[in-house]
């Protein structure tokens, strides 16, 4: 039976929907990782590594938003398009991102008036500070039931340096021509701001400890997203059971002690540049076959499933509910401190958190729209087809939800 070949649309739809199915993965590898963390299995061995190594669904993340939201000003820069819409583009981060957060702020600072308070963020000081996203600048602001949203305050800075950085691509660097040698050696600068804040901050008395959290510590991430924005139109290929080794192998070895403690930010600056490369390495070559080409293997076939697609649509939601979900359910199965089964708060989390997730993100899409809703594709293709299977309704790639 003779296939159609699938059109450019088709391939549009279909990349955004296995692009939202990474952001499943990723999700259920942040409840993983604060699962293990609550149950104690962040020890000093190879499993311990991997538990803690989770927390790699972080570079995922912000690798998304890099490809994502930097595409519109590549596109400007090769094709001549002029520059996206400023005005719009933080319009949609606004609407996309404040709604759900300030409900789940207000959410936990109200269930803390009735159980017993955290040790730091409360007040109205502390709500002030999360509700603006600026829990991460100074000790002491971060909220029990919120801690997983010190990296949603980065993403929040990248937002705001993005429209920046786009224009000094297109128009200082490219001048407004396709340059493609200045525009990577302005990515490979990006890549390089990481190590160069990690030797100039840490162990330095002029910055407070929490400067390890701020944008500039994990901007090797989101620059590893914008190269593959830049490559998406230029490589035919990126294999994906090459890069599925790549991954495996890198994810490995930042299980070791190659890649410093259990901590986002190790306190020796070679092990923490080393796990930031790595953490780089595993998401640009986890999401590298969804976006060069048109073979994106079993990975894609994967993040474009009906179940991933839809858990992928809620993840963000997922992630700003689970980490008090967790904390109710460690209490209710009346673990003690670091104990317990990793396997049972993990599964209980995620059973609890995505009706959740579920309905806060459809009670507020019902008032606020964000953009397009991604359809996950329908039907298998035939042995000779290499692209994505057929999405039902196309979306473009500039409305896709990163967070």
Request: some cysteine; hydrophobic content about 55%.
């Amino acid at each position: 039976m003779m296939t159609q070949p699938p059109t450019a649309a088709h391939k549009t739809a279909d990349r955004v929907a296995a692009l939202t199915g990474v952001r499943a993965l990723a999700a259920l590898l942040v409840a993983g990782a604060h699962a293990g963390f609550w149950t104690g299995r962040y020890t000093p061995d190879l499993i311990g590594g991997f538990f803690s190594r989770l927390e790699v669904s972080v570079a995922i993340f912000f690798a998304l938003s890099g490809y994502l939201l930097f595409r519109p000003w590549v596109l400007a820069a090769e094709r001549g398009r002029p520059m996206p819409s400023v005005r719009n583009y933080l319009r949609h981060r606004v609407l996309r991102i404040l709604p759900a957060y300030w409900a789940v702020v207000t959410a936990v600072y109200l269930i803390y008036l009735v159980r017993e308070p955290g040790p730091t963020g409360q007040g109205l000081d502390g709500y002030l500070r999360n509700m603006t996203l600026t829990q991460i600048y100074g000790l002491g602001h971060l909220h029990t039931g919120l801690t997983q949203t010190w990296s949603l305050a980065v993403e929040a800075t990248f937002y705001l340096v993005l429209p920046v950085l786009g224009w000094l691509a297109v128009r200082v660097v490219c001048r407004g021509g396709a340059h493609p040698v200045r525009f990577a050696i302005f990515l490979a600068a990006l890549v390089l701001v990481t190590p160069l804040w990690i030797l100039l901050t840490q162990h330095n008395e002029n910055f407070d400890f929490t400067s390890r959290l701020w944008l500039p510590g994990f901007m090797a991430w989101f620059a590893g997203g914008m190269i593959l924005a830049f490559l998406a139109g230029r490589l035919r290929q990126a294999n994906p059971y090459l890069m599925l080794v790549f991954v495996a192998v890198t994810f490995f070895m930042a299980c070791t002690p190659l890649a410093g403690e259990a901590t986002i930010v190790p306190d020796d600056q070679g092990a923490a540049i080393t796990k930031s490369l790595l953490y780089l390495v595993v998401a640009v070559g986890l999401i590298a076959p969804l976006v060069i080409g048109d073979n994106p293997g079993p990975i894609g076939w994967l993040f474009s499933t009906r179940p991933m697609v839809w858990l992928g649509e809620i993840s963000y939601e997922f992630f700003l509910v689970h980490v008090i979900v967790l904390e109710l359910v460690v209490d209710l199965l009346n673990y003690p401190l670091f104990g317990g089964s990793t396997a049972v708060a993990f599964l209980m989390t995620v059973a609890i958190s995505v009706p959740i997730a579920w309905a806060l993100h459809r009670a507020l899409g019902r008032w606020i729209p964000t953009g397009g809703r991604i359809r996950p594709p329908r039907g298998r293709l035939s042995r000779g087809t290499r692209a994505f299977p057929t999405a039902r309704k196309p979306a473009p790639v500039a409305v896709a939800e990163v967070v």
